[in-house]
């Protein structure tokens, strides 16, 4: 059945709550390929236990409703959906070990036209369980390939926002390379995400894939401790937003290169594959504190 957009709005999303502990910061790390030095201080920042700090880029995976557009309800071709854009607001420090609280709500839908797809906007709010104080809001752009031209059959299309700003065509101010690693998508799943698309050479080649690809938030986690490591002297409390658009996909093993153009505390970044020489996150913005 085509997509309702009441029931969308009105999607019953119950709060979600989530405890996790060290063990768990630890494992995130790890998944973003942290580690690689063990002897180097600010990567043993959020890889061991004493004095450990939470990556902000966590957040996106705490309190998570799960593969929602699934269920059949919705009405969405949940086989055509991907993953278009990605925004975190961090407004407090994310800490190495809570419970928390995840409250979805989608929050605008609007149709790019019959054929031509339609885009979802979602928003989470992430709340401290024991304090209520707000942590983070995740924002995410769904496209829904099979699932334009709602607007014709009589149903409200919301104004899509502003386009994320281009980016800049000067040359970075700086450069961060980071080799991921062949099982990063293997280790990555494990915080949450156990899409075969990322595990199994069959699913993915049935995708079109050569290989199973890298998770895109993995991709959106490499490039904010790539931010948090070359402008934030390696503290992650310094990083107080992220926004990107998912380009390409990256696969396990490949360079991430971060070009990142700063203007106080205003930041602009692309990431591409090295070996392949293709942008996979684009049109990439962060602000610093």
């Known amino acids: 059945m085509p997509i309702d957009v009441a029931t969308l709005k009105r999607w019953p999303f119950e ?55 699934k269920d059949p309800r919705t009405g969405i071709d949940w086989v055509k959906l991907l993953h278009g854009e990605q925004e975190l607001e961090l407004h407090a420090p994310l800490p190495a070990a809570a419970t928390v609280v995840g409250l979805t709500k989608v ?62 065509d000067t040359p970075p101010d700086t450069v961060f390379e980071w080799k991921t690693r062949p099982e990063a998508a293997l280790v990555y799943r494990l915080s949450g995400d156990y899409n075969p698309l ?23 986690g490499v490039t904010g401790w790539a931010l948090v490591s070359a402008v934030c002297g390696g503290d992650a409390s310094r990083l107080k937003s992220i926004g990107t658009r998912f380009a390409a996909p990256v696969y396990p093993g490949e360079t991430l290169r971060v070009e990142i153009w700063r203007r106080g505390d205003a930041v602009q970044f692309r990431t591409r594959v090295v070996e392949r020489d293709i942008v996979v996150l684009s049109h990439g913005t962060a602000t610093l504190g």
Not at 24 to 37: E, K, N, R, S
Not at 43 to 68: C, I, K
Not at 127 to 142: H, I, K, M, N, P
Not at 151 to 167: C, K, L, V
């Open 107 to 168: 929050t605008r839908l609007v149709d790019k036209g019959a054929g031509k797809g339609a885009l979802m906007y979602s928003e989470r709010e992430i709340t401290d369980a024991a304090t209520g104080a707000r942590l983070a809001t995740s924002r995410s752009v769904s496209f829904m390939r099979g699932d334009g031209g709602f607007a014709a059959a009589g149903q409200p299309s919301d104004e899509a926002p502003p386009a994320r700003p281009a980016t800049p």
């Open 198 to 220: 990322h595990a199994d050479p069959k699913v993915a080649a049935a995708a079109g894939f050569k290989a199973p690809i890298l998770h895109g938030l993995c991709s959106f």
């Open 15 to 69: 709060p979600l709550t989530q405890a996790y502990t060290h063990r768990d910061t630890i494992l995130y790390a790890l998944g973003l390929g942290l580690g690689q030095d063990p002897l180097d201080p600010v990567q043993l920042r959020y890889t061991y236990e004493d004095g450990l700090q939470a990556l902000p880029t966590m957040a996106v995976v705490l309190g998570s409703p799960g593969f929602f557009a």
